[in-house]
């Protein structure tokens, strides 16, 4: 026999769950928003960003691979953690060369839409790394600028578990290790336009480009342009 | 409400593309309610190059770039009561700070500037040499954010930005009720 179903509380807010299901997979059922970047929709969960670190019985842990638990009380939305998150998001912005005004990925960034969310807009206290990484143009229908790459592993991943291929990987260690392809290049690999890992969805930023279809959208018209990040779980328990 | 009673705003072009001075004016007939408020002291709008008193806000476009820039930064730090970042080149250097990370350089100022007055496809430049008239300011190694130089008290994002957020910062600033940004408003483009 099954366990059966049970409750938790998020900031005070109960929450239904079943065996098994993550903090975050509950609360985005249950129309709660906890910030991620690394999880995705239809991929495996990694907890590799932090960005979704949750305070649950006291401890922090990644709403995205933590089970939820009976009488769980898990804090999300507090000043504290919310510090945190936008901490981690602007070294996320430091770590790379984040030049939003003339980035094709501008309104439709996941990134750049955690910033607004997190209210990213004091004077920062964090050295610009400022990466000189080269541009992977070789594809005719794709490029490649890991200066925005920020390590989320969702093309590693996207790649690997759905389009069966392996395209992208991760080379070299700790402060260093960043995102490269299986092959000389992008063109010498069996990447594809139609792959799941090059779709829009996959690249939470402006790092894979689809090549041609940049600045297509209008300026009020993109993703984040109509609302927050987030806003559409959220919306859930509205109605 | 008299000359005196209004608060003195300054403003001032570093390295940004003015089109931050042109966002200002994007508050549009609000300017008639604005200028109730405040006069203008040092500022391109103004065409005065020197601070005539103490300033309550300064607000400065664009980073650094160059010597010229921090001693303008410093002293707009020395005579304002309240530093305004405005944009994302005053912010964290903005389009300027591309040069500070070019691809395949190891001395990217000097590839930017042989790029853009010798070696260039673009160029006509019958000299041959990159600009070093002593009146020039010295270049900076890298473009810097405001916040690198001197402290700044308030950001207001956007490039540029709009002049919502620029006319509703300003105003609540000025009725001492500012309390950060509707997130809705924060746009970093
Ligand atoms: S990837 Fe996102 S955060 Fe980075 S420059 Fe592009 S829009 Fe901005
Ligand atoms: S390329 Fe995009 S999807 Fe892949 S790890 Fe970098 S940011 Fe994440
Ligand atoms: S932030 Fe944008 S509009 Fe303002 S000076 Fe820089 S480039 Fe120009």
Known sequence: MSDPDFTFTIDGTTIPAKPGQTIMEAADAAGVYIPRLCDHEGLRHQGGCRVCTV????????????????????????????????????????????LCPICEASGNCELQAMAYRLDMTGPTKFPYLEPCRAVDASHPDIALDTNRCISCSRCIRASQDVDHKGVFGYVGRGIHRRVAVNGSDLAHTDADITDHAISADVCPV???????????????????DHGLIGSDIEGKRRE | MSELEKARIATVSLAGCFGCHMAILDIDERLIE???????????????????????????????????????????????????????????????????????????????????????????NTTHQIPNDPALPLLLDEVYPCSDVVEIDYQIPGCAPSGDIIFNTLSSLLAGRFHGFARENIKFD
């Open chain 1, 55 to 98: 305070k649950a019985g006291g401890r922090s842990v990644a709403a995205c691979t933590q089970p939820a638990a009976p009488k769980l009380v898990v804090e999300n939305e507090t000043d504290h953690i919310n510090k945190l998150r936008r901490d981690l998001v602007e070294m996320l912005f430091h770590e790379g060369n984040h």
């Open chain 2, 34 to 124: 604005l200028m109730k408020l405040v006069e203008f002291d040092r500022s391109p709008l103004t065409d005065m190059k020197t601070f005539t008193r103490r300033c309550d806000i300064g607000i400065i476009e664009g980073g650094c770039c160059n010597e010229e820039n921090v001693h303008v930064l410093r002293d707009f730090r020395r005579n304002c009561d309240v530093l305004i970042a405005l944009g994302q080149c005053a912010i964290m250097g903005g389009l300027p700070a591309m040069r500070n990370a070019i691809m395949h350089s190891d001395a990217p100022l000097r590839e930017c500037l042989e790029e853009a007055y010798i070696t260039g496809d673009y160029i006509r």
């Open chain 1, 206 to 224: 402006g790092c894979i480009i689809r090549k041609g279809v940049g600045f297509a959208t209008p300026i009020g018209e993109r993703e984040f």
